[in-house]
C-alpha cells in the first residue's frame, strides 16, 4: 500500500463511561485466561513424550498455536479496552486503497484457515474493479475489525463459504459485508451482541462470564471512527455483517 498518499489525521478519542470500573473487565475474563492457558502449558507437557506420532505432534503444535493466538488476541483486545476507557486510544486517517486492504486480508484469513484446520471452507473476495479506488479511515484498526469479524464466522462456519465485499456505490460511501454460512445467531443473542457483559448475566464482577469481547472491542472502535455497523443472521443459515465507512477528507 502507498501509506505516503495524503496527510495523516491523527484523533485522539474521549474518554468513555466514567463510571465503568475496568478492573470488573478482569473478573468476568477468568475462564477466558485460564482456558488458553491451561492448553499452551498441557499439550506442551504432552510434546515431551517420546513415543508420539508425527500427526500427534502437529496436533498438539496446532493446539497450542490456536491458543497462543487466542491469548495474543485477548490480551490484544484488554489493551484496546484499557486506552478507550481512558480515552489514550488514537487514530490514523489517511486514504486507504482497497486492493491493499484485500490483500494483506486474504493473507491473514487464508494462515487462520490452515490454523483452524477448515480448508474445507471457500473465502471469497470482492472488490471494486478500480485498482486504485480508496476511502479515507485509520487502516491499522480497519483491518482489525474486519480480521475480528472473519475470524468470528471461521470459527463459526463448519462449511460453506465466508465472503468479503467492499463496494463503493456512491462516492460519499464504503461498504463492507463479511457474510458466512456458518450457524447463525438466535435473535434473542442479537439485542446484545456487543456488549461484554449482557445485562441478564448479573453485576459485574460476580461470577459474571464475559462474553463477545472481541465485538464489543469492534463496536467500539466502529463508533469512535464514525463507522455505521449493521448484523444480520439466521439460524443454521449464517451470518451477514456490513460496516458503512461515510466519506472523509485526508
Known sequence: MNDETGPDELVKNKPSDPGLNFPNYLSGLSHDIRTPLSAIIGFSDLLIEPRLSRAEQRSYCLMIARSSRKLLDLMSNLIDLAKIETGNLEFFFKPVYI????????????????????????????????NMAYFITDKGRIFQIIRILMENSLRYTKEGSISLVIKQD???LTTIEISDTGCGIEKELLKNLFEMFPPTDGPLG?????????????????????????????????????????????
Open 99 to 130: 486492493k491493499d486492504l484485500i490483500d494483506e486480508l486474504k493473507i491473514e484469513i487464508n494462515e487462520m484457515v490452515s490454523l483452524y484446520e477448515k480448508k474445507q471452507i471457500t473465502l471469497k473476495f470482492q472488490a471494486p474493479a478500480d
Open 170 to 172: 456512491s462516492p460519499e
Open 206 to 250: 460476580k461470577k459474571t462470564k464475559a462474553r463477545g469481547m472481541s465485538l464489543s472491542v469492534v463496536k467500539k472502535l466502529c463508533d469512535m471512527m464514525g463507522v455505521g455497523i449493521e448484523v444480520s443472521s439466521w439460524v443454521g443459515a449464517g451470518t451477514k455483517f456490513k460496516l458503512n465507512v461515510p466519506r472523509r477528507e485526508a
